[in-house]
């Protein structure tokens, strides 16, 4: 189906100092179908969040190219600019920071709404009632603070918050990464309800593969500020091509004895290098056990070493 996101070789760094940029986000190419659920996973550091922000517009891109239904981000006319803020929002991975403890959450729901002119009065209201039943709570609670929430039901309004303005794309940075376990599968639920129900497509951001494996069509694992693999949730799964996607899928216990001798292969050790000075070459190579002499010295390509499924490794050179 059709691509309603297309980033293309997008580049997001950040001087820190005179001489020193962190290069978050490094050269990053993919695009997301309409409809699409895509995970994106990487550990701490790997620029997963930068991307995100990168693409709904709350950072600039250093260079490269972003487009979302058709127009290119950073050459937008006011009103298309306007309409983008609106279709593109961000779920936040933690809900208490990016709740405002001082409103009410009737409040922080329309936000959106009025910024937009979307609703008001009467219609507003009702708008925050139905909006607040939409994800699992009740119209009572408009008049109530965060703090009186717990976890779950504040990641809850901050769904409703995105919701509110009728968004078409939403990226969802780690959103269940801060709340108990038990709860986890509820509000990945509630977001996969909305999604079909809403017609939304999702970047859902997670550090761990086993927190995207169910609700993600296709998943992109990055390391370092780059791509390392992209492919279609179940590949990705039953035949990880990147040692480092290997190294991610060994962590996580899987009882499938077909796989069990793969997920031996990698532990991964050790933090990953500075952002700052990542090595030369493939960034990977200081952790991955089958770094060989070009791993140093030349980058692998990005290349799609089966159908639909992309790596950089030059393990795959063939
Ligand atoms: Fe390992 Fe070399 Fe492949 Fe990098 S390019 S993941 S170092 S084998
Ligand atoms: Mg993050």
């Not at 006319?77 to 306007?82: A, Y």
Request: hydrophobic letters at 35%; glycine letters at 8%; aromatic letters at 6%.
């Amino acid at each position: 189906s059709q691509e309603i996101l297309q980033v293309e070789n997008v580049k997001k760094y950040f001087k820190i100092g005179p001489n020193q940029t962190v290069k978050s986000v490094d050269g990053i190419s993919f695009s997301i179908r309409k409809g699409e659920t895509f995970g994106l996973v990487g550990e701490s550091g790997s620029g997963k969040s930068t991307l995100g922000k990168t693409i709904v517009g709350l950072y600039p891109a250093t260079s490269g190219k972003i487009r979302f239904d058709g127009h290119e981000l950073g050459h937008l006319d006011r009103q298309t600019q306007r309409k983008l803020n609106r279709e593109m929002q961000m779920i936040f991975q933690d809900p208490h920071a990016s709740l405002n403890p001082r409103m009410r959450v009737g409040d922080i729901i329309a936000e959106g709404i009025d910024a937009h002119h979307l609703a008001k009065g009467k219609e507003r209201q009702e708008l925050v009632y139905h909006l607040l039943e939409r994800v699992g709570l009740r119209p009572e609670h408009a008049e109530r603070f965060p703090h009186e929430f717990s976890g779950g039901q504040r990641q809850r309004i901050g769904i409703a918050r995105a919701l509110a303005v009728k968004p078409k794309f939403i990226v969802a940075d780690e959103p269940i990464s801060a709340l108990d376990v038990s709860i986890q599968a509820q509000v990945v639920n509630l977001l996969d309800d909305l999604k079909q129900e809403e017609d939304l497509t999702y970047l859902f951001i997670a550090h761990d593969l086993g927190m995207v494996k169910h609700i993600s069509d296709r998943i992109g694992v990055m390391y370092l500020g780059k791509m390392m693999e992209i492919a279609e949730s179940s590949n990705l799964f039953e035949e990880p091509l990147h040692p480092y996607t290997q190294a991610l899928l060994s962590a996580i216990p899987i009882p499938n004895p077909r796989l069990a001798r793969k997920r031996e292969r990698i532990v991964l050790s050790g933090d990953p290098p500075s952002p700052v000075h990542p090595p030369s070459g493939c960034r990977f190579r200081t952790r991955c056990p089958y770094a060989m002499d070009i791993c140093s010295k030349m980058e692998p390509a990005w290349r799609e070493v089966k159908k639909n499924h992309w790596t950089a490794c030059h393990l795959y050179n063939q």
